[in-house]
């Protein structure tokens, strides 16, 4: 099993311009919105045709713009989970499960099918239940069960659990987690949730602005990012431009100078929130601090500071609260050289 | 009392709203996919006959279906008979009329219906036409049945195209609407107030039907959308 995608897709100003290849495994596509997350989606499911380009799957060709060759979406054969899971209104669970057996005829089959999807995806005794009688869960569960049972090629999953409440996507996500490699194949998952996208995926592609910006390992990527896009996208709560001088970062922007982890080309560097440790004696990369802000989170604190008597733009520092209430004794801040991003 | 005018008017109506029904719902959902500019023009023909005198309409109409207009002389030519002063004439009339209503009023449900569903159902592998037949227009039901109710109302109480293509005869082509008229100018107010409160008890109960189905859908059967340039 596998899918190369490589489109080009004008729209007005925003251009969309992407290539990838993926086996069998999950793929995330992470971006922030309206960066061509899903419109690469809706392209490879045939519902938008891109100006030029290549798509594809097992050996045969989607669309190929060169050859004139653009499958319908009914020729694709491949599944797409809406942001909104798009269930037929007007058809019960059951009714809408089977519309996606269109290629099976005989009727025994069809009914074997639509039981064992309904046990399958917890959906006994609401198979006569209308979609808006359901719950976004259960809605979700539905709309893949209607997904898998018409034997997609590939699984494409926008946003799957942003309509959802937090308590329900734990669940759900588990639940997604499982069919994923239950499917074997591969599977595409638009996402712009970092930690949704680290707990599902194989490998990341970072969109920016239409463009991938870098697709990697998930470990390397959250590990190292090597591009602001990446960093940002992956968490990274302190940025700024860096010059290497003499073996030394100098970052105008903090007023600080900080030694490296390694002498590599940089243009900005990025420091996690919660890997700014308080220090109690003066070291290397170690800073006097002065508080700007102080807000309580759920489970930790955030502390906007910047060094002491300096001007700088404020650095965002996450500690648990345990070490927030010792913080007094600690009069400096520190980053260890190993823990800078240096990004390009 | 003689009832042929309500008989002819509800007649008339019925089948002009069947043609409109089907008129309106294909207009709709293939202008919708027309490139912008024949779009533009095509939607400002179809919604014409709402904002012009049906006088006008009446008068265009004369000009076609008369003895000496296009489709007029051919059916002179084919029948060896006119089709303009007969009773059916009317329903050319009402159709034309009541058109833009459906035709606005369908083409404002499907606007409103969500483009994802019908792209799931294509994923799926199910046909354009299934998609259409069994999950576009189930789906907009209750738009589309407004829309069928208020042509149907515009239908029954539509004069000035009528008149002018049927004129008025009585037990031949009167309808309700003409009957009216004549009677008043005849001075039988007696018998006009009966059609007059004919009328309005239709209308009421029509108008009523559109508020039911307007509740169990949700937003405004009246709803026109914004024009495209």
Redesign the interface.
Known sequence: MSLLVDIRKNFGTFRLDVSFEAGDETLALLGASGCGKSMTL?CI???VTPDAGRIVLDNSVLFDSEKHINL???Q?????L???Y??????TVAQNIL??M??EKSRETRQASLRMALSRFYLEGLEHRFPDQLSGGQQQRA?LA??LV?Q?RLLMLDEPFSALDSHLRWELEQEVLSLTREFCGTTLLVSHNRDEVYRLSHRVAVYNQGRIDVLDEKWELFENPRTYHSALLTGCKNLAPATLREGLLDVPQWGLTLSPPRVTPVNYIGIRAHDLLPALNPGINTFPYEILQRIEDTFSMILMIRPKGGSGAPLRWELSKEQYRCLEQCPFVSVAPEKILMLT | MDWFPLINSLRIALIATFFTFFIGIFAASYIARLPRGVKGLLDCLLTLPLVLPPTVVGFFLLKVLGPKGPVGSLIVEWFDSKIVMTWYASIFAVVIVTLPLMYRTARGAFEAFDENILSAGKTLGLSNRYLFWRVLIPGCRQGLLAGLVLSFARGLGEYGATSMVSGYTPGRTATISTTVYQLWREGNDALAYQWVFINLAISLTILLAVNLLERRNGHSAFYLPRKEG
């Not at chain 1, 694709?76 to 797409?80: E, F, H, W």
């Not at chain 1, 798009?86 to 058809?91: D, E, K, S």
């Open positions: 809706r499911a045939g519902i319908s979406p009914q694709r054969r491949v599944g797409l809406f942001q909104n798009a269930l037929f209104p007007t058809m519309c996606g269109g290629h709309a209607r997904i018409s997609p």
